[in-house]
């Protein structure tokens, strides 16, 4: 008998033979917002959790995607940024890409670390945490490509925006290898000073489009 197997076999027994039968859950909270895809309210409420989580929010027009993911990288990484430093997910539409930038290419995780910055759309916006999230599609990328580069750039349209979280977790795959983006990456040291950047990005960008 495995340990596994023993430790089991005592819960089991101390359980006995007439264990009742586990309560139902009850799952009456609230399912959905109840605003529909681009409200502007849901928009501007994404705006201001993302940018309490000390990231930065760029708003643009839909044929105004190409020049505000450079503008993000203008602020992000500082005006006359080599734009062989900045890697973009394979699906990335070509307009959005920044000029002369790389697509991934499933290169090994440490030549992405050496790269400055990563382009990437998300599969969802969640407005009421601030949180993206990427699902390791085309357009979004592997996971690895939202984590290494120092910077990261998400473009959001407006009808990704859902209000609440299980609104979102219903539009998504629960198969996919799902990356949750809640700000930059940040932690507290044994003195409670923020960190900013061990787990993943140090700055993230957001293009708001809509």
Known sequence: M????????????ALGPDRTTPAEVVRD???????PPGDPALLDLLVDRVEDYRATVLRCAPEEIGATVAAALDQG????????????????PAEWRPTGSDVDDDRPPVQLAARSAAVTAVAVAIAETGT????????CGRRALSLLPDCLVCVVLADQVAGSV???LA????????TMVSGPSATS??????????HGPRTLLVVLVG
Not at 4 to 11: A, K, N, Q, S
Not at 29 to 35: E, F, K, Q, S
Not at 77 to 92: F, H, K
């Open 2 to 13: 495995s340990a596994r197997e023993d430790v089991l076999g005592r819960i089991r027994q």
């Open 132 to 139: 993206l999230v990427l699902d390791g599609s085309p357009a």
């Open 189 to 198: 040291d044994i003195e409670l000073q923020r960190v900013e950047g061990v």
């Open 77 to 92: 990484l500082g005006a006359g940024w080599a734009t062989r430093d900045v890697v973009v997910a394979p699906g990335l």
């Open 171 to 178: 539009r998504l795959d629960p198969l996919r290898p799902l």
């Open 166 to 168: 299980p609104e979102a």
């Open 29 to 35: 909270y609230r399912l959905t917002d109840g605003r």
